[in-house]
């Protein structure tokens, strides 16, 4: 029984197009994150929902768009592909925003905008 | 500069060897520590936490922190090619909201 999982886990588009990821947690978690790791391996966050209100919004184009629709579920609506948004995304969730060594990852959804 | 610097290796070893990976890091605010590991097409995993300076152990796995330096370390002891993975540190302070900042991951594979 996956505790975070993602889908799709791969997703190949053309530039321009708008796509979304959808995430979801059976950990009944409080905290869940968007984390973006790039084909270097560096992982940054991009977003973070609490009880499904927004507390981290890491500088990201506004072409980004996540959306709780309640605190089991974290979804990210990218419109407008680039080629630079390629990479793996990963979604996140910890037991509050205090759990600093709580965090569960997802397996990713390797992105690849041609 | 980067919050935290983490060489990216890769970092090829015998089985048997210990294995020691770094970072640094440039905010003395920074109190929690982490050590993920991620394989191949999979998400991190947590291996070990350390809030503030010190030691920690587990198994074959032992995390230091010298805050004094802002240096973390994760050392591998009596390798095994199950070890082979990117190994990534992370730190946090209080009041970040729980954001964890994440080194560039050294590569570590481990041969027979």
New interface residues.
């Given amino acids: 029984d996956t505790a975070?999982s993602q889908t799709p886990k791969y997703l190949v588009t053309q530039m321009g197009n708008d796509k979304s990821i959808k995430c979801e947690q059976n950990l009944g978690h409080d905290?869940m994150y968007w984390y973006k790791q790039d084909s270097?391996?560096?992982?940054?966050?991009m977003f973070?929902y609490n009880n499904k209100e927004l507390?981290?919004n890491?500088t990201v184009p506004n072409r980004f768009s996540p959306k709780s629709p309640d605190k089991a579920h974290l979804n990210l609506h990218i419109n407008s592909l680039e080629l630079g948004d390629s990479a793996v995304y990963?979604c996140?969730s910890?037991q509050?925003?205090?759990?600093?060594?709580g965090?569960t990852?997802?397996?990713?959804t390797r992105l690849t905008v041609v | 500069q980067k919050e935290v610097e983490q060489d990216?290796g890769p970092l090829s070893v015998p089985e048997g060897a210990i294995v020691s990976l770094n970072c640094t890091y440039s905010n003395s605010a920074f109190q929690?520590f982490?050590w993920y590991r991620?394989y191949s097409?999979?998400?991190?995993?947590?291996l070990m936490?350390t809030y503030s300076s010190g030691n920690k152990e587990d198994g074959r796995f032992t995390a230091q922190v010298d805050k004094s330096s802002k240096y973390i370390s994760l050392f591998i002891r009596d390798s095994q090619p199950s070890d082979s993975a990117?190994y990534?540190c992370a730190i946090?302070h209080s009041g970040g909201?729980?954001?964890?900042?994440?080194g560039?991951?050294t590569?570590l594979a481990v041969h027979p």
Avoid: H
């Fill in positions: 975070v905290t270097k391996k560096f992982l940054k966050i973070s507390i981290i890491e990963f996140a910890s509050d925003l205090e759990q600093v060594d965090y990852f997802g397996s990713g | 990216p929690y982490m991620q097409r999979k998400g991190p995993e947590l936490y990117t990534l946090a909201y729980n954001k964890l900042i994440f560039a991951g590569r």
